[in-house]
C-alpha cells in the first residue's frame, strides 16, 4: 500500500469517537420519527448546474471517471452536493407526483465544500436536516415546527451527550427586505450581504461599506446598521424596529411574522425544558444568512461558550427552491453541521470518546474444543441480546482477560481446564464471579442482568 | 431550479422503499452489534495511488474543484471510493498506534464505480461491511466468524424482511493457488482471471482461453477446468480435489483451511438456522474472486432463485493489503451490497414499499387556539414514545383525516367545536373512538396501546 497520510479537511473518527457521534445520530433520529418526519437519501452527485448560484461556486467539487472515454463527454458535468436542501427540494420536483404532500423528510449524508480547511471547517461533513415541503401552500405554523424539533434535538444532546446548550438566533427576510425596500434601497441583495458581515467587521465598516459600495446614503447606511444591532428574548423588537420610522407593507409581514415564531417557539421552550437549562431562543436581526433562497424566516444557532466556532445549525423558509412554473412547492428547514460540532467538541475537551465497551461479554478460549464450545455459549447468549466476542486467539487466560479489559469489555466467560462442563463468568471489574453448568446457560444472562 | 431528470446508475428510492432499506440497516447493525463489531466510517475520498491496483481502476471517479486554483494543482489527485475493504485497510495502517487489536469493525457507506450502468449494477452503492484486522497473526476462527455473522445477518434479513434465503460459496485461493503451482503453472493470476469466467462462457470457452492465452498445457487447463467445477456440501470436495492427482503443499494448507471453514460454518448453521429455512453454506472451487488482495478464503453469496442478479454479498482474507514492511496487519472481511438487493428486490416484486405511517397519531387542527392545544397534547404523547404528526393545515376535518389515511397513519385525535375541553382520538382503520379530557391524556396512550 502507498504511504497513508491524512487528507486536510477529510476528518476521521476514532472508534470510540465514532461511537459518540453514533449516539448523536440515533438521538437526532429518534426526535425527529418522534415529530413524524421520514428518513429518506438522495444521490450524492447532482447535475452541476442543479447546484450552481444556491451556495458558493467555488466551493462546488466535480466527479468525472479518471479515464474519461468519449461517451462521459456527452452527459451532463457532475458534482458532489454541498448541502441536503437543494438535493431535497430537486427530488421533490422530479417525484412530485409519486409524494404525499406535506413531505416532512430527516437526511443525514455527507456533503462536500471545497473551501480552505481550517478548524471547524471541513471539506467533508456530515449534516442531519429535516425540511418540509407542500405542494402550494406551506402554512407559517411549518416554520415553527421545525424550529421546535431542531430545539428539541439539540436540547436532547445537551441533555444525554453533554453538549453545550444552544441559543437559535432567528430573523426574517420578509423583515429585512421589507425595511429596506421602505428606505427606498434598490440592490437588497448587496445590502444583505454586507449587513451580513456586521459580526466579523463591526458596525463602522459595515456602515463605510454600504455607503462607499453599495451607494447608499448616509442615513439609509444608518438605518441598516441599527435595526441590525436590534436583538431581544422578547416581542419587544417589534417596538424597536418600529421606532426607526421605516414603512412597507413586506416589513409589516417579517414582523408578525417573526412575532408569531418567536412567541411559539418560546412557550414550546417553557413548557419543555427545564429552567437550569440555558438552551434559548431569541431574535437577532443581524442574521440575514448568504444563500440567496430564502425568503422568510432565517436562523443560525450558536453553542454557549463556543460562539466563535460559528453556527452549527442553520436553515430558513424557501418559498421558490422546489418550485417551477407549473407547481409551487414551498419549503422551510434547519440543518444540523454535526461533524464540525463533534470535532471541535472532542478537541476541546467538552464531549469525551466514549468509554463503553463494544460488547457486553467476551468469552476467552483455551483451544479448539473449548472453542466450539464457547461459540454455543456466544450464541445463546446472542439470542438473549447481549453482544459477545469471542477471543480471537487462544493463548493464556491473564492475556485473553488483558484484551478484554482493553476493549473496556466488562464480562469475562471462560473454561476451566478440570471441569469443562461448566464455564465461569467474572465481572472483571468489581472481581465478582459465578460458575455455571453448560445445560444452564440462562444463569449467566441473570448474573450479567444483575451485576 | 434547471431541468431535472433521473441520473444513470445513480439511483434513489421513494420515501416508503427508504424505509425498508433503513430497517434492513437496522437489522445489520443490530446483528453485527450482537457479535462485538463497532462502527466506522472512513472518509469519502482517497488518494488515487491508495485505490489504483486494488480493483479496476477504469472505475475510478476523480474528484477536483470545478474552478481549481495554483493551490489545488500541488495536492494529490483524489477519488472517490469503490469499496469499504481498500479504505479501512489504509485506515488501520495509518492509525494503528491509537487502535486496540484485533479490530472488528462495521461500516455502511456509499461506494462508487464509474461502470456502465445495468440492472442490478450501480455507479453509487451502499456497501455493509464487515472485516476484522490484528496485527501479526489473525487465526483461522475470525474468517469462520466473518461468515458466521453475514450468514444470521442474510438469514435475519430473509427472516424479518423476506428477503430471499442466501447460499455462500465458499473457496480458498491458497488451495486454488497450491494446485496451479503442483501443476507447474507460473502464471497464476492470468489463470485465475481466466478460470473466473467460468459461470459466463462455459467450461469449453475457458479450456481453450488457458491454452490459447495463458499458454497452459492441454492437460494443465483439463484439471484447471475439472478442480472448477468441483462443487458439495459435505467435506466430500476433498476427496474430489485429491483425485485429480495433484500434489503441493500450498493446496494441503488451502483444502485443510477450506475444510475446517465448511464444517464450522456448517454446524453454526445447523445450530442456529430452522430447518425448513434454505439459507446454505457450500464449497464451489469456481468461485475466484477478481480482487487481486486475497490471499486465502473468498466467498460470493447468491439469492435462491435470483441467482442472474450475481453475487449480491462477497469477501475474503486479505494478509498483505493493510500490511506494510514494518507490521503485518492481516484482514478477513465481507460485504453486502445492499443497494444491488433492495433495487432488484423491488423491481421484482419481491420487496414492497413498507406502508408502515411516519407517525402513529396525526393531531388534526381547526383553528389557531385549537393548534395551540394540539401542540401540547403532540409535547404529552411524544414524550410517552408516540410519533406524533399536526396538521400542517386548518382546512376541515375530513381533509385533514385524509390526509392522515394518505399517509397510512392509523390514529386521528381532534377537538370538537362545542367541546374544546376534550380530544377525541379515532382509529380510522377500525373505526374505534374514545373522548379523554385534555387534563388526563393519559388516557390517549392507554387507548393506543390497548388497540
Known amino acids: 500500500m502507498a504511504k497513508i497520510n491524512p487528507i486536510s479537511g477529510f476528518?476521521?473518527?476514532?472508534?470510540?469517537?465514532?461511537?459518540?457521534?453514533?449516539?448523536?445520530?440515533?438521538?437526532?433520529?429518534?426526535v425527529y420519527e418522534l415529530f413524524g418526519f421520514i428518513n429518506l437519501e438522495t444521490r450524492t452527485v447532482e447535475p452541476v448546474d442543479v447546484l450552481?448560484?444556491?451556495?458558493?461556486?467555488?466551493?462546488?467539487?466535480?466527479?468525472?471517471?479518471?479515464?474519461?472515454?468519449?461517451?462521459?463527454?456527452?452527459?451532463?458535468?457532475?458534482?458532489?452536493?454541498?448541502?441536503?436542501?437543494?438535493?431535497?427540494?430537486?427530488?421533490?420536483?422530479?417525484?412530485?407526483?409519486?409524494?404525499?404532500?406535506?413531505?416532512?423528510?430527516?437526511?443525514?449524508?455527507?456533503?462536500f465544500r471545497g473551501e480552505r480547511?481550517?478548524?471547524?471547517?471541513?471539506?467533508?461533513?456530515?449534516?442531519?436536516?429535516?425540511?418540509?415541503?407542500?405542494?402550494?401552500?406551506?402554512?407559517?405554523?411549518?416554520?415553527?415546527?421545525?424550529?421546535?424539533?431542531l430545539f428539541t434535538a439539540l436540547y436532547c444532546l445537551h441533555d444525554q451527550l453533554g453538549l453545550p446548550a444552544a441559543v437559535m438566533r432567528l430573523n426574517n427576510r420578509k423583515l429585512l427586505e421589507g425595511f429596506y425596500l421602505g428606505l427606498g434601497i434598490t440592490d437588497?441583495?448587496?445590502?444583505?450581504?454586507?449587513?451580513?458581515?456586521?459580526?466579523?467587521?463591526?458596525?463602522d465598516k459595515v456602515k463605510e461599506l454600504?455607503?462607499?459600495?453599495?451607494?447608499?446614503?448616509?442615513?439609509?447606511?444608518?438605518?441598516?446598521?441599527?435595526?441590525?444591532?436590534?436583538?431581544?428574548?422578547?416581542?419587544?423588537?417589534?417596538?424597536?424596529?418600529?421606532?426607526?420610522?421605516?414603512?412597507?407593507?413586506l416589513l409589516d409581514e417579517g414582523l408578525e411574522e417573526l412575532a408569531e415564531i418567536l412567541d411559539q417557539v418560546q412557550a414550546y421552550k417553557e413548557r419543555n425544558c427545564p429552567e437550569d437549562v440555558k438552551s434559548d431562543v431569541m431574535v437577532d436581526l443581524s442574521i440575514a444568512r448568504g444563500l440567496a433562497y430564502y425568503t422568510g424566516m432565517v436562523f443560525e444557532t450558536f453553542l454557549m461558550g463556543h460562539e466563535d466556532l460559528g453556527s452549527i445549525s442553520s436553515g430558513g423558509r424557501y418559498d421558490n427552491l422546489a418550485s417551477d412554473e407549473k407547481v409551487k412547492l414551498p419549503g422551510v428547514g434547519a440543518s444540523i453541521g454535526l461533524t464540525r460540532i463533534m470535532s471541535v467538541m472532542f478537541k476541546r475537551g467538552i464531549l469525551k470518546p466514549i468509554k463503553k465497551a463494544t460488547a457486553d461479554v467476551?468469552?476467552?478460549?483455551?483451544?479448539?474444543?473449548?472453542r466450539i464450545k464457547a461459540q454455543m455459549v456466544a450464541e445463546v447468549l446472542r439470542i438473549e441480546g447481549l453482544r459477545v466476542e469471542i477471543s480471537s486467539k487462544d493463548n493464556n487466560l491473564g492475556k485473553q482477560i488483558q484484551t478484554a479489559s482493553k476493549k473496556g469489555i466488562e464480562f469475562v466467560a471462560f473454561y476451566k481446564e478440570e471441569d469443562q462442563d461448566a464455564i465461569s463468568v467474572k465481572n472483571i471489574?468489581?472481581?465478582?464471579?459465578?460458575?455455571?453448568?453448560?445445560?444452564?446457560?440462562?444463569k449467566v444472562v441473570n448474573f450479567i442482568e444483575a451485576e
Chains 1, 2 share one sequence.
Request: with cysteine; glycine share 4%; hydrophobic share 40%.
Open 11 to 30: 476528518p476521521e473518527f476514532l472508534p470510540q469517537e465514532r461511537l459518540v457521534e453514533q449516539q448523536a445520530l440515533d438521538v437526532i433520529r429518534h
Open 52 to 111: 450552481s448560484g444556491n451556495g458558493d461556486d467555488k466551493e462546488i467539487y466535480a466527479v468525472s471517471r479518471l479515464f474519461a472515454d468519449e461517451g462521459d463527454k456527452k452527459e451532463a458535468t457532475l458534482g458532489l452536493h454541498f448541502d441536503l436542501t437543494v438535493p431535497f427540494a430537486r427530488y421533490v420536483q422530479q417525484h412530485k407526483g409519486e409524494l404525499t404532500f406535506p413531505l416532512r423528510r430527516y437526511q443525514m449524508q455527507k456533503v
Open 117 to 149: 480547511p481550517q478548524e471547524g471547517r471541513f471539506r467533508e461533513f456530515l449534516q442531519a436536516d429535516i425540511d418540509v415541503i407542500c405542494e402550494n401552500e406551506l402554512p407559517l405554523y411549518n416554520d415553527i415546527e421545525v424550529l421546535q424539533s
Open 188 to 203: 437588497i441583495a448587496s445590502t444583505l450581504r454586507t449587513v451580513d458581515k456586521l459580526d466579523k467587521i463591526g458596525a
Open 210 to 249: 454600504l455607503i462607499s459600495e453599495v451607494s447608499l446614503s448616509n442615513e439609509q447606511a444608518e438605518k441598516c446598521v441599527a435595526i441590525a444591532q436590534i436583538k431581544s428574548h422578547d416581542l419587544s423588537f417589534v417596538e424597536k424596529v418600529r421606532d426607526l420610522g421605516v414603512e412597507h407593507d
Open 362 to 370: 467476551f468469552v476467552a478460549v483455551n483451544d479448539m474444543e473449548t
Open 429 to 442: 471489574v468489581t472481581g465478582k464471579q459465578v460458575n455455571v453448568r453448560a445445560d444452564d446457560l440462562e
